[in-house]
C-alpha cells in the first residue's frame, strides 16, 4: 500500500534516533491527523517524578510535525517553524498520548494543534499540554 | 556555601532523570541566568540528524525554570506554565548551550527567554533557538 | 439576574475604550464561552486591506479574557497573561468573529483558545486566526 | 535617496490605517530595527485604564514585521505569521514605545523579538511587554 500516509511517516519515525530512546511509537497516522503514545518511564521525569516538558513537547511536536506531512505532496519533508505550549497539569499517568491535528495546511507553512493526554488504567484521561505550532515543508532538490 | 543560588538549582537538577537520560549538565547557575549543555549524541537526534527540537526545548525550558528559581526564596519550586519556541536554523553541532535569563521575575509568575546555540569546535556559535516561556512559583505547604 | 455570568463581563466590557473605538460588541457571553464581534471598518486595516493583525488580537484577547471571567468567583477581575496568535489567511470580510473558550480553569491561571473567522455576506465563514493565551485572576482586595 | 530602508517602510506604514487610528508613528527605521510609538490615549484602554493589550501587539507587530521588512529585496512585502506575547506589567505612561529587533534573517521566514515600553515624563521606562514573532516574505509576481 505505498500511497497510505502512513508510509513515509512511519518511515520518517523510524529515523528519529530521540522518539526511540524516549520510547515513543506512533499510534495513529491518518490524513491531517497522527496520534504518538509514550508509556511512563523513570528515566523520563522532571524534579517532582512527572513527565518533563520536554518529553511532553517532544512528541506534540513530533505528532504535529506528521500531522502536517500526511497533507504533503510525495517526497516532500518537514521542519518545525515553532511552537508554543500551555503546560495544563502536572504530566502523570501509565501513558502520554500526543494527539495533533492539521488547522490550516498550505503549500508552504502549515498550522497544526496537538493535545496531550495522561492515561492511568482504571482513570479518565487527563489533558496535559496543549501545543500550536507552524510546520514548514522542505521540497527535495534536483 | 549554603546561600548560594546554585545549591537548590544543582539540587534539583539531579533530580530531573530526563536530564540526566539526555546527558544534560548546568554549566553556569547565578542569580537570574543559567547555562544548561548539551553534548551532541546520535540517539537525540530527528529524521535528519540534527538535534530534535524535543531535546532543544528540554535544555531550553530547564534553564528558563532553574534562572527563575534562582529568584525565589528558599525552599519555593518552579513548574513550566508555557513556553514558545521559535527554531532558528538546523541545530548540528559537537556541543549545545541553553543560556536562559530572566525578564521579569514576579512573586507568582516569572517571564524568562533562553537561547540555544549550536557549538562546534573550531567554528563559530550558531543560534539554533529562541524561547520565551512563564513560569510559577510553587510555595512549599505547612 | 443578577447571577447571569453575562453582567460582569459585559459591565466591564463596557469600560474597555479601546473596544469601543474599534467598534467591537460581544455577541454571546457564556459560562466558559465569550464570542465578540467586529464589523469591518476602512480605518482598521493593515496596508494591503485587511484586518490589521493587532485589530484580530485585540477581539480575540478579549474574548479569552472574558471567557475566562466568567467561570471565576464574583467581584473577582481578569488580565492577560501572555498569549500566541497564528495567522491563517488574510482577514478579509464584512464582520470578524472571536469565539473564545476555557481549554483549563484554574483558581489563579486559566488557558484559553480563540479562533477568529472571517465573515461575508454569502460565503462560508473563514478561520483566519487562531489564539492559545493565558489569563490570570485579579483577586479584590480588602 | 531612494535606497534607504527607511523609504518603503514610511510608505507602507502610511497606509495602515489601523496604526493611523491609533495615533502610532515610526520613529526609528534602520536595517533590522524599527521603533513605533503609540502616545496615550484615553480610548485605546482595557477595563482598568491600561492600554489594551490588542494596542500593544499592534504597535508591536507592525514593528517587527517592518523590521523584517527592511532586510527583504526591494518591491517584496512582508505579512505576519504569528506572534506571542507576554504581557510583563500594567501598561500605564504617557506614551508607548515598541522595539523590534531581527533576530534571524531569511529569505522566507524572518524572525524577529520586540519589546514594549512605557515612557512616563520624569520617570524610568517601564517593560510593558515581550513579542517573539514570526514573518513572511511575499514576493511580488509577475
Given at each position: 500500500m505505498p500511497d497510505s500516509p502512513a508510509d513515509p511517516v512511519r518511515a520518517s519515525l523510524g529515523r528519529q534516533t530521540f522518539l526511540t530512546l524516549l520510547g515513543a511509537r506512533a499510534a495513529t497516522v491518518a490524513p491531517g491527523r497522527v496520534v504518538i503514545e509514550l508509556p511512563a518511564r523513570a528515566?523520563?521525569?522532571?524534579q517532582n517524578g512527572f513527565l518533563h516538558a520536554g518529553a511532553i513537547t517532544s512528541i506534540a511536536d513530533s505528532a504535529c510535525g506528521y500531522a502536517a506531512l500526511t497533507l504533503m505532496p510525495d517526497g516532500h519533508d518537514v521542519l518545525s517553524v515553532e511552537f508554543k505550549v500551555n503546560l495544563l497539569a502536572p504530566a502523570r499517568g501509565d501513558l502520554f498520548r500526543a494527539e495533533a491535528t492539521v488547522v490550516r495546511p498550505g503549500r508552504t507553512l502549515t498550522v497544526c494543534q496537538a493535545e496531550v493526554v495522561a492515561v492511568t488504567e482504571g482513570g479518565p484521561d487527563v489533558p496535559v499540554a496543549l501545543m500550536q505550532a507552524t510546520m514548514i515543508a522542505i521540497v527535495p532538490r534536483g
Open positions: 528515566d523520563l521525569c522532571q
